[in-house]
């Protein structure tokens, strides 16, 4: 088993900046990449960007335009999703995620509001 947990969520103006955190625990030896979901009301779950740990490799939804930057470290098992620029439509849940087959472990969530 893993457990996600996330932090770093708020309420920020548009243009602002947030830095959510997620760190696993547990079976941390399984994982090999790490994500960043989110989801707004009404509105389905969607990745945001994953990082993986074997290659370095990283990927985007394509229309956040390179506002958004993920990292992390392994040797604590943490990652970052560095958000600049905010937009109001960045409003959201946001989930953090690791895929160990055959399934998905997700955190709880943390909230990001983002006001005009």
């Known amino acids: 088993q893993v457990q996600l947990v996330e932090s770093g969520g708020g309420l920020v103006q548009a243009g602002g900046s947030l830095r959510l955190s997620c760190t696993a625990s547990?079976?941390?030896?399984?994982?090999?990449?790490m994500a960043w979901y989110r989801q707004a009301p009404g509105e389905e779950r969607v990745l945001v960007a994953r990082?993986?740990?074997?290659?370095?490799?990283?990927d985007y939804l394509e229309s956040l335009e390179g506002r958004f930057t993920i990292s992390g470290d392994r040797r604590d098992m943490t990652v970052y999703l560095q958000m600049n620029s905010l937009k109001p439509e960045d409003t959201a849940m946001y989930y953090c995620?690791?895929?160990?087959?055959?399934?998905?472990?997700w955190g709880q969530g943390t909230q990001v509001t983002v006001s005009s």
């Open positions: 995620n690791t895929y160990i087959s055959p399934g998905n472990y």
């Open positions: 990082l993986n740990w074997n290659d370095g490799r990283t």
């Open positions: 547990g079976r941390t030896f399984t994982i090999w990449n």
